[in-house]
């Protein structure tokens, strides 16, 4: 495993699954989500959001008009499906964290989608990092700062990228400004799988 880049505290691994572990853990993922359907979460303020969610592990992040929050079931009712192996191995390859992750969520970006500058800061223990993967089309991923406002750099992920958000970016604003759709063959319909990986409690 070469040493990771480091742009603001960030630190990415370019590359970091190949393309049959890619493919792999697309079917993996596949099956997944036939038991915790990908569903369209509304903000707080009442806007439909432009990705489509669901997660894995004993708790899954959620949206919806009462605010943003853990929830140990899927809106549908169902518990969420555990996390799969594939994934806790890349969680326990790169995190450096002594805790097992408790919560995958798993965002997918059709044609169009984006996610604005947010903090990841839902999660009890900032002292854990959050672990991105990213699969099928590339994605524009936008750093800022701790604080709101101020200069950003982007960077485009690709699939198979790994980010680990530790340390001083741990609170650090980021976001998704757009797609490339149809970038990757990887998803045979386009677009793009983004999965997070957190310790919530
Ligand atoms: C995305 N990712 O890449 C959105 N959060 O689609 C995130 O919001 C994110 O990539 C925390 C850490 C890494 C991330
Ligand atoms: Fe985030």
Request: glycine fraction near 12%.
């Amino acid at each position: 495993m070469s040493p990771p880049l480091d742009i603001r505290g960030f630190r990415f691994f370019p590359g970091f699954l190949d393309r049959p572990a890619q493919e792999a853990l697309v079917n993996v993922l596949r099956d997944l989500l036939r038991n915790a359907p990908l569903y369209q979460p509304v903000t707080p303020r009442g806007q439909k959001m432009s990705v489509r969610m669901s997660a894995a592990g004993r708790f899954g992040w959620v949206t919806d008009r009462r605010g943003y929050r853990y929830e140990p079931r899927h809106p549908g009712g169902m518990d969420w499906p555990p996390i799969p192996e594939e994934v806790l191995a890349i969680w326990r390859a790169v995190s450096g964290a002594t805790r097992e992750p408790e919560c995958c969520l798993i965002n997918w970006y059709g044609e169009g989608a984006r996610m604005g500058l947010h903090q990841d800061k839902d999660e009890a223990d900032f002292s854990c990092p959050v672990v991105s993967v990213s699969l099928g089309d590339e994605g524009l991923f936008r750093m800022g700062n701790a604080e709101r406002g101020g200069k950003t750099e982007s960077i485009w992920l690709k699939s198979g990228d790994v980010v680990v958000m530790g340390g001083d970016a741990r609170l650090k604003h980021h976001g998704i400004d757009r797609i490339r759709f149809g970038s990757s063959t990887l998803l045979p319909q386009g677009g793009r799988i983004n999965l997070t990986l957190r310790v919530v409690t």
